[in-house]
């Protein structure tokens, strides 16, 4: 489907109860923070409890994805059943002339779904995608997946039609009264880099560092600052 698609409108759990002027549903805004985040948060029901899992995701057109373990208890807990993913990015801290106004600026996306299992004739060319997403290119320097490799990996999708998206930003706001308080306030941004590369010990001597070891997400940062 095409970026430009309008986003429908929320509805339900989609739809925030507060902080509206924080909120944004649209397409586009959505698929930058995915494609800014690679890190998701997988809240899930476990005999009765709720359970949060870091994990990884990527986002093809207006459906994310998530992978792991066959056996693991989280795929098998969100697999068809309700459960929510999040996608958060910090990007400032305001420090106020209070502590009651300090806060961060940020973007966050909350998705929730009942994910659907990918069936097995689909699983190699969405793991495919993941590592392309990441790292263009370098699917076809890989050995391929094996069978074993791809039956003991469960891999789910999200549809982003219910998806909301929660954005902080702006200066520090105090109370009127507080702005003549001899207190330094202001806005600290935080930024997430890539580090020199550290090639593994096991490299055959005549390996040479690929162009694409910047995962794309980072190296848009790069190019943006």
């Known amino acids: 489907m095409s970026g430009k698609k309008a986003h429908s409108a929320p509805t339900g759990r989609a739809r925030l109860r507060r902080a509206h002027h924080k909120a944004a549903y649209d397409f ?26 870091p994990t990884m995701h990527w986002r093809e057109g207006r459906h994310v994805y998530i992978h792991g373990s066959r056996a693991g208890r989280k795929m098998k807990a969100a697999a068809g059943h309700p459960c929510c993913l999040t996608i958060s990015i910090l990007d400032a801290w305001k420090l106020a002339r209070s502590a009651f106004h300090h806060s961060v600026n940020f973007r966050s996306v909350m998705l929730h779904a009942c994910p659907r299992l990918v069936p097995d004739e689909e699983k190699e060319a969405r793991l495919n995608a993941m590592i392309e997403t990441y790292f263009p290119g370098r699917t076809k320097l890989l050995r391929p997946m094996t069978e074993k490799e791809l039956a003991i990996t469960t891999v789910l999708e999200f549809s ?53 070891i910047i995962p794309t997400y980072l190296r848009h940062r790069m190019e943006a600052g």
């Open 160 to 212: 982003l039609d219910k998806a909301s998206a929660k954005i902080g930003s702006g200066p520090v706001s105090d109370n009127t009264e507080d702005l003549s308080l001899p207190i330094w306030a202001g806005i600290v941004p935080v930024h997430t880099i890539a580090g020199n590369p550290e090639s593994d010990m096991h490299n055959l001597p005549e390996t040479a560092i690929p162009d694409h």
């Open 28 to 53: 586009e805004t959505i698929a930058a923070i995915l494609d800014a985040q690679p890190l998701a948060h997988l809240g899930v029901l476990l005999d009765g409890w709720p359970a949060v899992f």
